[in-house]
């Protein structure tokens, strides 16, 4: 069952500064990637390795899929290409961890009794049955739910605002640490422009009726349900069927413009960039 298209939604978090998040969607497939925000200086030509890292994804994993590669071949392929960029175009090779563009990523491949997701990080994907069942796939709630107790922490611990704490250098090694393991044997596996990493993608397939809506997207959107609580999972995906992705994402920003500091919404930005593919199983 091939997908049919129904919106899609791209917020830049901030207007001044590039949208790190990336998106696709075809018949054959259908995509979100979320470049994680930089802790160093960037490596690539552009103003954010991030934003080259996720926009580099979605390009080619898309024109594998649409040459013929089945899902896991496509990331494979994908994840060489961007091995092989990063090596050719970069200033230099990262002296550390936590220098290498990192995204999380959400990958959803029609099949004939339903789709495979392939997913890394917080990418999330919510399926809506036509019986009105909902499910989420992948960890974002619970991530998102981990990084607001690391913002309520910073807001105890220093009485500072914590969308603060992402504005300078002090805070810099704190965020650090947490990417020291990423792409090893002691950490998760991210996209980035390491092939390895296809090796380690966690992956499902789900059968599924024509009907069947899936709604892909950064943790970001996600917020509205995860770190908000403005509307639970169900409400989201089925406000996305009836109302649409921008009445949404208005919504989102309505309710992070009225917490700019994120005290009320501990949270280490204001406002995330904000992405979401809606598809149905046709």
Same mark, same amino acid.
């Given at each position: 069952m091939p997908f049919e298209i129904v919106e899609s939604l791209s917020l830049p978090g901030d207007p001044n500064k590039p949208n790190e998040d990336a998106f696709a969607a075809e018949p054959f497939g259908a995509l979100v990637i979320d470049g994680a925000t930089m802790v160093s200086e960037n490596l690539m030509p552009g103003r954010s390795d991030a934003a080259w890292i996720s926009s580099f994804g979605a390009r080619r994993l898309m024109a594998h899929l649409r040459e013929g590669d089945g899902s896991r071949a496509a990331l494979r392929h994908a994840l060489a290409d961007?091995?092989?960029?990063?090596?050719?175009? #970069?200033? +230099? *090779? /990262?002296?550390?961890?936590?220098? &290498?563009?990192?995204?999380?990523?959400? @990958? =959803?491949?029609?099949?004939?009794?339903?789709?495979?997701?392939?997913?890394?990080?917080?990418?999330?994907?919510?399926?809506?049955?036509?019986?009105?069942?909902?499910?989420?796939?992948?960890?974002?709630?619970?991530?998102?739910?981990?990084?607001?107790?690391?913002?309520?922490?910073?807001?105890?611990?220093?009485?500072?605002?914590?969308?603060?704490?992402?504005?300078?250098?002090?805070?810099?090694?704190?965020?650090?640490?947490?990417?020291?393991?990423?792409?090893?044997?002691?950490?998760?596996?991210?996209?980035?422009?390491?092939?390895?990493?296809?090796?380690?993608?966690?992956?499902? #397939?789900? +059968? *599924? /009726?024509?009907?069947?809506?899936? &709604?892909?997207?950064?943790?970001?959107? @996600? =917020?509205?349900?995860?770190?908000?609580?403005?509307?639970?999972?169900?409400?989201?995906?089925?406000?996305a069927r009836d109302s649409g992705l921008n009445a949404l994402g208005e919504k989102l920003r309505a309710v992070e413009d009225g917490d700019p500091e994120g005290r009320s919404y501990p949270r280490f930005k204001k406002s995330d960039d904000a992405t979401a593919v809606l598809v149905k199983l046709a």
């Open positions: 961007a091995e092989r960029s990063f090596a050719g175009l #970069r200033r +230099r *090779a /990262p002296e550390e961890p936590w220098e &290498l563009p990192l995204a999380s990523m959400v @990958l =959803a491949v029609p099949a004939d009794d339903g789709f495979e997701l392939l997913w890394y990080g917080d990418c999330a994907a919510l399926m809506l049955l036509p019986d009105g069942t909902t499910s989420v796939v992948g960890p974002a709630l619970e991530r998102k739910a981990d990084e607001t107790s690391a913002a309520q922490r910073f807001l105890d611990e220093t009485g500072l605002a914590p969308v603060e704490a992402l504005k300078g250098d002090k805070y810099l090694p704190l965020f650090r640490t947490g990417r020291e393991t990423v792409n090893s044997p002691t950490g998760e596996w991210l996209f980035s422009p390491v092939a390895a990493a296809s090796e380690h993608v966690l992956r499902a #397939r789900y +059968r *599924a /009726p024509a009907g069947t809506l899936v &709604l892909l997207c950064s943790d970001g959107f @996600l =917020a509205l349900a995860s770190a908000y609580g403005a509307m639970g999972v169900s409400e989201v995906v089925a406000a």
